[in-house]
């Protein structure tokens, strides 16, 4: 089978996830194209799995004119797939508009020609988010296979008029760690309960809210570690100088197992998720979990954690204050977190996920349902 794999701009996430499918669809003897910006072939090396890579430029934004230009070399390069698959709601209309005349395939064992899987909810406003609403009704209107992330995307695209909606399978990546002792990382560190995030400085994330609840009184001395690098470095920087906040801003960190190993509580302030990797490797290092109630969030922690309304800076502190002084409950929670860990999905489980997709079986149920 001839599988086009799309996905535009990723330096997280959805390029993991992509290079994942590639690598088990080309092992299965399946011929898989992925075609993207070249700067996320130069992160994931999508060619190191087996399959052949195609320079597409998808920039982050709409432009209508490169949007037209993109399309047009996307048709060509989609005249003898079997399966699109396109990865964000981007990449997922942009296939669609290169697809206007396609034919099912006749196999029996194929189910159609165009599935997008959308990772990320619609957060922009104005004129960007108008145009985005618009990328949203020819990705429901036209795809033959809608994959998603959490529950609320999924009424979304039903809304919308999508056909057939399923859960995207996001396997839990192995936990990365550099080898060093819990000694030499606590000494980085400092002294404190370590209250981490991990997460790009970027609005969604919720950053300022974590800041907020770094602001309050704790019962013992905590030092709030943030894993990541964005835009929003500097902002945050001279909140943090100005508000003599405990919060230190690590970077990018290729060792975050090596922080989950020092962390009493990960904190996920975010005003959206779907599926992030970091909260699984949480779950997976067996930390409790203090999170958002949007998105994703809710089925993937379960009872490993506390769920808190998001922009609530206050609810983040007092849920941590409870993780660190409640009799037993960080033990109660962490046990939970492994336990949910355990059964995370699996590569494997992923790239079988998307050939039931591909087949047409039936739609299985979102995230958290």
């Not at 047009?72 to 697809?99: F, N, Q, S, Y």
């Not at 206007?100 to 194929?110: F, G, L, N, Y």
């Not at 209250?195 to 609840?213: C, D, F, I, P, S």
């Not at 949910?340 to 047409?360: F, H, K, M």
Request: hydrophobic letters at 45%.
């Amino acid at each position: 089978m001839r599988i086009v794999l799309v996905l535009g701009t990723s330096s997280g996430g959805v390029g993991r996830h992509v290079r994942t499918l590639a690598c088990g669809l080309t092992t299965a003897g399946h011929d898989v194209l992925v075609a993207g910006p070249p700067t996320t072939q130069s992160t994931f090396d999508f060619t190191q799995t087996g399959a052949t890579f195609a320079p597409l430029p998808i920039s982050d934004r709409p432009h209508p004119l490169n949007d037209l230009r993109t399309t047009h070399t996307l048709r060509k390069l989609l005249a003898d797939a079997d399966i699109v698959h396109a990865h964000g709601l981007r990449a997922g209309a942009l296939a669609a508009l290169a697809l206007p005349s396609r034919k099912v395939p006749a196999s029996t064992d194929i189910g159609g020609g165009l599935v997008v899987t959308l990772h990320n909810a619609l957060t922009a406003g104005g004129v960007v988010g108008a145009v985005y609403g618009v990328l949203e009704r020819v990705v429901a209107r036209r795809a033959d296979r809608v994959l998603v992330v959490s529950p609320d995307l999924g009424e979304r695209m039903r809304e919308l008029g999508a056909r057939w909606v399923g859960a995207a399978v996001v396997p839990a990546p192995e936990i990365r760690e550099s080898g060093r002792g819990v000694a030499e990382v606590r000494e980085e560190l400092g002294e404190g309960a370590v209250v981490l995030t991990v997460a790009r400085l970027a609005q969604q994330k919720g950053l300022e809210v974590l800041l907020e609840a770094a602001s309050g009184a704790y019962p013992e001395k905590v030092v709030f570690v943030v894993a990541g690098e964005g835009s929003l470095r500097g902002e945050l920087e001279g909140r943090i100088a100005a508000g003599g906040l405990p919060v230190r801003l690590l970077g990018d960190r290729g060792d975050v197992g090596d922080l989950l190993k020092v962390a009493a509580v990960y904190v996920v302030p975010s005003w959206w998720e779907g599926q992030p990797l970091t909260v699984q490797e949480a779950l997976r290092a067996g930390v409790p979990i203090v999170g958002t109630r949007v998105g994703g969030i809710p089925g993937m922690v379960g009872d490993a954690g506390l769920l808190v309304p998001p922009g609530d800076g206050k609810a983040i502190r007092d849920a941590v204050v409870r993780v660190l002084s409640e009799p037993g409950l960080a033990e109660k929670l962490g046990k939970a977190a492994a336990e949910r860990g355990r059964q995370l999905p699996t590569e494997a489980d992923a790239v079988q996920a998307v050939l039931r997709a591909y087949a047409g079986d039936a739609a299985p149920d979102e995230p958290g349902n």
